[in-house]
T-cell receptor, first 114, second 110 residues
Framework: DVKVTQSSRYLVKRTGEKVFLECVQD?????MFWYRQDPGLGLRLIYF???????EKGDIPEGYSVSREKKERFSLILESASTNQTSMYLC?????????????FGSGTRLTVV | RKEVEQDPGPFNVPEGATVAFNCTYS??????FFWYRQDCRKEPKLLMS???SGNEDGRFTAQLNRASQYISLLIRDSKLSDSATYLC???????????FGKGTRLSVIA
């Protein structure tokens, strides 16, 4: 089974802090994604990457950046955390060879910014 | 118009009932279709892919109507454990990310 591991289940950070959310997948997937999920708004794509050192903006990239130095790891960075970034953050990965399998998600990080 | 639209529900149904969810998508070039299930405070998980001819997996049946740009999910003989949010998901052509609907919440009641 593909495993997508997010480093923290719950995080509490202060406004203005720099926050790193880490995601690691163990099945050699080319593609990795970061979403946030808020009540009533569904899943919103922040950034994605189709290859090492490659990144693309999603629908809501403002206030975020990403890093993909290795194929298995995709990090989401909140440069200066704000209270409106309190949310559930979900990482996902997928394979070009198994496109019909969709995405596999990590268990999520619930971030609270105070 | 949103790319993928679903009735948010909630659908409250008794155990044993049959329930159907509908979803419409706006991009006629969409290529692949999925239903995901998300339990409360958990991550979404793939329930089933949706094929053009329709497909069945136990009590679950998915249908696709490309002409109407419409996808459906039918759950027969509902169980308490089916209570979850069901997400309709579409992949457009080219190397593009999946597009998620906001989900339809189902509560199966004893």
């Amino acid at each position: 089974d593909v495993k997508v591991t997010q480093s923290s289940r719950y995080l509490v950070k202060r406004t203005g802090e720099k926050v790193f959310l880490e995601c690691v997948q163990d099945m050699d997937h080319e593609n990795m994604f970061w979403y946030r999920q808020d009540p009533g708004l569904g899943l919103r794509l922040i950034y994605f990457s189709y290859d090492v050192k490659m990144k693309e903006k999603g629908d809501i990239p403002e206030g975020y950046s990403v890093s993909r130095e290795k194929k298995e790891r995709f990090s989401l960075i909140l440069e200066s955390a704000s209270t409106n970034q309190t949310s559930m953050y979900l990482c996902a990965s997928s394979s070009n060879r198994q496109a019909l399998y969709g995405y596999t998600f990590g268990s999520g990080t619930r971030l609270t910014v105070v | 118009r949103k790319e993928v639209e679903q009735d948010p529900g909630p659908f409250n149904v008794p155990e044993g009932a049959t329930v159907a969810f509908n979803c419409t998508y706006s991009n006629s070039a969409s290529q692949s279709f999925f239903w995901y299930r998300q339990d409360c405070r958990k991550e979404p998980k793939l329930l089933m892919s949706v094929y053009s001819s329709g497909n069945e997996d136990g009590r679950f049946t998915a249908q696709l109507n490309r002409a109407s740009q419409y996808i459906s999910l039918l759950i027969r003989d509902s169980k308490l454990s089916d209570s979850a949010t069901y997400l309709c998901v579409v992949k457009n052509s080219g190397n593009t990310p999946l597009v998620f609907g906001k989900g339809t919440r189902l509560s199966v009641i004893a």
